[in-house]
C-alpha cells in the first residue's frame, strides 16, 4: 500500500487569516483535479520549536499570519526542511522567515532581524523592514527569472499575483544571501525581490506574495501543485 505523504503546515491557525482559510479547499482541489492526495497536520509555531517537530514529513508549508507566536518554531521548521531536503514553500511572512532562516543559520549574519518581531533591532540590521508602501490587498505582476525553477513551475516568465503583506526584504543584506547560494528569481516591476529558490534541493521556494489567494481557491496555484507534486515524490 502507497502511502499518503504529510504535509506539515507551520503557522498559527486562525479563522481570520485568509490563507488559513483557504487551505482545506486547496486541499481538496489537488485531490478531485490532480490526484495529489495529501495528508495534512497543522503545527503552531511554538510546537514547531520541538526538536524534529516536523522530520519525517513529506513537506512542509510555512505559511502567513504573523506575527508568529514563535519565531524560533519557524525558523527550526524552515531549517529543518532545508538540511533534510524535505520539499518547503513559504508564502508571505514565510518567505520573510525564509530569508531570515537562511541569513542566519548560512551565512552566519545572526545579527539581522524583522522589523515586526523585533521592533526595537537597529535599522542597518533589518533585513525584513515595513514596505514603503503596504502590499496589503495589492495585486501586481511578477518577473520570473528564465531557467529558474519558478519558471519551470510557472511556465512563463511574468505572472501577476496576489499580496497581503506589509514587510520584505531590505536589498541592502541580499547580496550577502546570493554569495552562499540563495537564489532570487522572482521580482516585482520596480526589481524588488519577491521569489527565493535553493538550487540543489529537491524544492526549496519562497514567495512574498500568496499563492493560495489565487482565484477562488478551486483551482490550485501552480506554486502550490508543485509542493504537492513534490512531496508525492519523496
Same mark, same amino acid.
Given at each position: 500500500?502507497?502511502?499518503?505523504?504529510?504535509?506539515?503546515?507551520?503557522?498559527?491557525r486562525s479563522?481570520?487569516?485568509?490563507?488559513?482559510?483557504?487551505?482545506?479547499?486547496?486541499?481538496?482541489?489537488?485531490?478531485?483535479?490532480?490526484?495529489?492526495?495529501?495528508?495534512?497536520?497543522?503545527?503552531?509555531?511554538?510546537?514547531?520549536?520541538?526538536?524534529?517537530?516536523?522530520?519525517?514529513?513529506?513537506?512542509?508549508?510555512?505559511?502567513?499570519?504573523?506575527?508568529?507566536?514563535?519565531?524560533?518554531?519557524?525558523?527550526?521548521?524552515?531549517?529543518?526542511?532545508?538540511?533534510?531536503?524535505?520539499?518547503?514553500?513559504?508564502?508571505?511572512?514565510?518567505?520573510?522567515?525564509?530569508?531570515?532562516?537562511?541569513?542566519?543559520?548560512?551565512?552566519g549574519l545572526?545579527?539581522?532581524?524583522?522589523?515586526?518581531?523585533?521592533? @526595537?533591532?537597529?535599522? *542597518?540590521? %533589518?533585513?525584513?523592514?515595513? &514596505?514603503?508602501?503596504?502590499?496589503?490587498?495589492?495585486? $501586481?505582476? +511578477? !518577473?520570473?527569472?528564465?531557467?529558474?525553477?519558478?519558471?519551470?513551475?510557472?511556465?512563463?516568465?511574468?505572472?501577476?499575483?496576489?499580496y497581503h503583506?506589509?514587510?520584505?526584504?531590505? @536589498?541592502?543584506?541580499? *547580496?550577502? %544571501?546570493?554569495?552562499?547560494? &540563495?537564489?532570487?528569481?522572482?521580482?516585482?516591476?520596480? $526589481?524588488? +525581490? !519577491?521569489?527565493?529558490?535553493?538550487?540543489?534541493?529537491?524544492?526549496?521556494?519562497?514567495?512574498?506574495?500568496?499563492?493560495?489567494?489565487?482565484?477562488?481557491?478551486?483551482?490550485?496555484?501552480?506554486?502550490?501543485?508543485?509542493?504537492?507534486?513534490?512531496?508525492?515524490?519523496?
Amino acid at each position: 500500500m502507497t502511502k499518503t505523504p504529510r504535509v506539515a503546515l507551520v503557522g498559527d491557525r486562525s479563522p481570520h487569516v485568509m490563507s488559513h482559510v483557504r487551505v482545506p479547499a486547496l486541499l481538496d482541489a489537488l485531490a478531485e483535479r490532480d490526484g495529489l492526495v495529501l495528508d495534512a497536520y497543522w503545527i503552531p509555531t511554538e510546537d514547531a520549536t520541538a526538536p524534529g517537530a516536523v522530520k519525517g514529513f513529506d513537506a512542509v508549508w510555512l505559511l502567513p499570519g504573523s506575527p508568529y507566536a514563535s519565531e524560533e518554531g519557524a525558523l527550526a521548521a524552515i531549517r529543518t526542511a532545508r538540511e533534510d531536503g524535505i520539499p518547503f514553500l513559504g508564502t508571505c511572512a514565510g518567505f520573510q522567515h525564509t530569508l531570515l532562516e537562511f541569513a542566519r543559520d548560512v551565512c552566519g549574519l545572526s545579527r539581522l532581524a524583522h522589523a515586526e518581531n523585533d521592533p @526595537g533591532a537597529d535599522a *542597518e540590521d %533589518l533585513l525584513i523592514a515595513p &514596505l514603503a508602501c503596504s502590499l496589503v490587498g495589492h495585486e $501586481g505582476t +511578477v !518577473r520570473i527569472t528564465p531557467g529558474s525553477l519558478a519558471e519551470s513551475v510557472l511556465g512563463a516568465e511574468r505572472t501577476t499575483e496576489r499580496y497581503h503583506c506589509a514587510y520584505g526584504p531590505d @536589498g541592502r543584506h541580499l *547580496e550577502a %544571501l546570493r554569495e552562499h547560494g &540563495l537564489r532570487f528569481t522572482g521580482e516585482d516591476e520596480d $526589481g524588488r +525581490v !519577491r521569489i527565493a529558490e535553493l538550487p540543489g534541493h529537491p524544492f526549496f521556494m519562497a514567495t512574498l506574495f500568496q499563492p493560495e489567494l489565487a482565484g477562488d481557491g478551486t483551482r490550485p496555484h501552480p506554486i502550490v501543485r508543485a509542493l504537492a507534486r513534490a512531496a508525492t515524490v519523496l
